[in-house]
């Protein structure tokens, strides 16, 4: 983790989304960020203080209940250069004076001559504190911005839940130093600074993902239904089906809260959508029948369950026999899919024959009630309307 100070934001105007390698953007520096007066100073090193001492209950720490790992260091160059300068010029300082703030930065990288430091030690510090001070290359030199660093107590991977959580720690400690910050200094902000694979970035994408999700049962489930009741024919069927299909829905998801305690991520997101599609075949198949048969909802109910319970059945267990196979993956994401694949299936059969069939033979419709003309029943009355031509006689 680190905290920023000196950047304001990053120009992205001229940078093209096609081309995400090319052309990022400008760094904008605070102009108003200055490290060397003494307020500035002093509120830095109390930054590093807080980091230290603020405790974390998010559940994403671990159980030393701090912010920075427990045994590891906070990089914090400004409390550092104090020290150097108070063992080379005034051991009584508290802050370093303004006027020797940059010549002591530069002395801090150049400097050989206290005891045990070699060149080695010298380019090893030049590489540790490159990543948390940056000089603007003039002549003097400038120092444009700075951060502290250190290792967090989190354990990763994290859940998007744990995630925000934690951020909104962050947010929130941010907030609060900035309260009384010094003038020079508000620019100050929080970042992770993981792999794009982690952090906050992978927050973002979980967040978009879980947003494309919803949009996509909004999108999928009208779609569903309009499709449903070309398919079927009738309203009432293709109503009963879609109520199935949110049913099953809802327990996939469900179940992988309940039984494996996972969130949103990017398995789930892709899968809710993906449920959508398998939840729709057995009933539609159903549903078809029991228009097609004749008499009562009973006898309907039975003619579709004798011509198509098998054959619901035994696609299900092809099916589901695909999913039991990616359950040989070592890949989490595959195994993953594995099992959201095989709630879906199970709940698939279970809703298509104990909850859409029941349903059908309790309130389903008779003789034309919400019949609709279906899709087959189109072709039929096309082919039938369409003029046909006498053969020539040769």
């Not at 400038?142 to 744990?162: C, D, Q």
């Not at 978009?208 to 909004?218: D, M, P, R, S």
């Not at 398995?267 to 939840?279: C, K, L, N, P, Q």
């Not at 198949?285 to 004749?294: D, I, S």
Request: proline share 5%.
């Amino acid at each position: 983790m680190a905290f920023v100070f000196g950047i304001e934001t990053v120009d992205r105007s001229s940078h093209n989304r096609l081309f995400p390698n090319a052309d990022r953007g400008n760094v904008v520096y605070d102009p108003t960020f200055t490290l060397s007066n003494e307020a500035s100073q002093r509120f830095f090193i109390r930054v590093c203080e807080e980091l230290e001492a603020t405790a974390c209950d998010a559940a994403a720490c671990q159980p030393d209940g701090n912010l920075v790992l427990r045994g590891a260091d906070v990089k914090c160059v400004v409390r550092d250069l104090l020290d150097y300068y108070k063992s080379s010029v005034d051991a009584a300082a508290t802050v370093i004076p303004p006027t020797d703030f940059i010549q002591t930065a530069l002395d801090f990288f150049t400097d050989a001559s206290p005891p045990n430091t070699t060149v080695a030690t010298l380019q090893l510090r030049v590489q540790q504190y490159q990543s948390v001070i940056g000089f603007d290359g003039k002549s003097p030199p400038s120092i444009e911005w700075a951060a502290i660093s250190f290792r967090s107590s989190v354990a990763l991977p994290m859940t998007n839940s744990e995630s925000r959580e934690l951020y909104e720690l962050y947010e929130d400690l941010v907030a609060k130093l900035l309260a009384d910050a010094p003038a020079g200094m508000e620019s100050m902000f929080q970042t992770d600074t993981q792999a794009s694979g982690t952090g906050w970035t992978w927050m973002d994408v979980e967040d978009a993902l879980v947003q494309n999700l919803l949009t996509g049962f909004a999108i999928c489930f009208p779609v569903a239904f309009v499709v449903l009741v070309f398919a079927t024919g009738n309203v009432v069927i293709a109503t009963f089906a879609t109520t199935s299909i949110v049913f099953i829905v809802a327990g996939v998801l469900g179940a992988a809260k309940l039984y494996y305690d996972w969130d949103l991520g990017i398995a789930e997101s892709i899968a809710g959508v993906i449920v959508i599609g398998f939840s729709v075949d057995y009933t539609v198949h159903l549903g078809h029948m029991y228009k097609e048969g004749e008499g009562s909802r009973e006898a309907k109910t039975r003619h579709a369950l004798t011509y198509m319970g098998t054959t619901v059945i035994g696609g299900g267990l092809t099916t589901l026999s695909a999913g039991l196979v990616l359950f040989l993956c070592t890949l989490t994401f595959f195994t993953k899919m594995a099992l959201l694949l095989v709630w879906t299936i199970l709940l698939s059969i279970v809703y298509a024959l104990f909850f859409f069939m029941p349903l059908c033979i309790l309130f389903g419709p008779e003789d034309r009630f919400g019949e609709v003309p279906s899709i087959p029943a189109l072709f039929t009355a096309l082919r039938r309307d369409s003029p046909k031509v006498a053969p020539s006689s040769q």
